[in-house]
């Protein structure tokens, strides 16, 4: 996406709405309803139950392209809403077009006294075992999916989509970081920016085409059997209130953002730049991208666990974070920019 010039191209805008998603108010000001609309292949309601709806299918064992493995991933991020609805409708199939399958998923929190925890389950027509089939026209549902997250626990992300932190913007970029391909994202809440849309293509492109990067380079480096690619960037220390710039792209003690197929995976503390390098000025200011893409197979397994919420305390973990301070330590640039805000800050 960093190869892209003008998000303004038509093609550019075409690709961005194949996938949406949008802010809804729901009855909670600080738990919105909050929609996932693809406009891809879709599913039939007999297959809802081996696939979006599955649990340990193992289905994404051999696709090294998905991020998942275990056949939970998509599952996570129904603890999150009291509700979620699903509406799906597959591509034409010779000529005719399909009807749309309809669910309710809920969580069922059982008898405490009896039941060690609760479980989520999900509607079915009784007289197929399967999804609801609807006749939908297909000029008011095109085939894709729907997925509609009903008053959503955003936490610290509920602010309006269009502010650069506390907001669905900062959240998307943020954790696909690298984004394969541009989707949007829209606001539908009442508030200053309802009917608002913005197409998301992740913080390294941001950062790549952006105004307040001063510096920025990248190198390809062997790691075991497999490559790393590195990219790092050096915010401008000039303008309003510079060392809290970091913020807009990443948390400031996580800067350090260690990708696999664009999506954010884990990352090193800040303290690789302030300690391991001995550039404390610099830390507000530098952001590394590790682009794990390449990897060899075995350093996969060993670093990326299932939860894709950090990578895992391994050797291969330190042998990377190792090749991270390496590398930049290589870039006489870098220190001479933390001299140079050491004086500033002086």
């Known amino acids: 996406m960093s190869n892209v010039e003008d998000f303004r191209d038509k093609s550019i805008v075409e690709l961005s709405k194949k996938v949406q998603v949008t802010i809804h108010d729901s009855d909670r000001?600080?738990?919105p309803t909050v929609d996932i609309r693809d406009y891809g292949t879709g599913l039939l309601p007999e297959d809802f139950g081996s696939t979006i709806l599955s649990l340990n299918e193992n289905r994404k064992l051999k696709k090294l392209f998905l991020a998942g493995a275990f056949g939970q991933g998509g599952s996570t991020a129904l603890a999150y809403s009291c509700y979620t609805v699903i509406l799906s409708r597959a591509v034409r199939n010779n000529g005719k077009s399909n009807l749309v399958g309809a669910t309710v998923v809920r969580f069922n929190h059982g008898d405490p006294e009896t039941d060690k925890h609760?479980?989520?389950e999900y509607m079915l027509?009784?007289?197929t075992g399967h999804p609801f089939a609807l006749e939908i026209p297909e000029e008011e549902f095109p085939a894709g999916t729907l997925v509609r997250h009903v008053s959503m626990e955003l936490g610290k992300y509920k602010a309006v989509m269009t502010v650069p932190t506390g907001s669905l913007w900062w959240l998307t970029h943020n954790y696909l970081f690298d984004a394969i391909l541009p989707f949007r994202i829209k606001e539908a809440r009442e508030n200053k920016s309802k009917g608002e849309g913005r197409i998301v293509a992740g913080n390294h492109r941001r950062l790549t085409k952006g105004i307040h990067t001063e510096y920025q380079r990248d190198?390809?480096?062997?790691?075991h059997s497999g490559e790393v690619t590195l990219k790092w960037w050096v915010l401008s220390a000039e303008g309003n209130n510079p060392r809290n710039r970091i913020t807009n792209y990443t948390?400031?003690?996580?800067?350090?953002v260690i990708t696999y197929n664009g999506q954010k995976q884990g990352d090193f503390p800040n303290s690789v730049v302030k300690t391991d390098l001995k550039w404390p000025y610099l830390e507000r200011y530098l952001i590394v991208h590790v682009d794990c893409d390449r990897l060899d197979a075995e350093s996969r397994r060993q670093l990326f666990p299932m939860t894709r919420e950090s990578i895992r305390d391994t050797p291969r973990g330190e042998d990377l974070r190792r090749l991270v301070t390496d590398t930049l330590k290589g870039d006489d640039e870098l220190d001479r920019l933390n001299r140079e805000r050491q004086k500033r800050l002086i």
């Open 29 to 31: 000001p600080d738990r």
């Open 251 to 256: 948390m400031a003690p996580k800067s350090i």
């Open 118 to 120: 609760g479980v989520y």
């Open 219 to 223: 190198a390809t480096l062997t790691f």
């Open 125 to 127: 027509d009784q007289s």
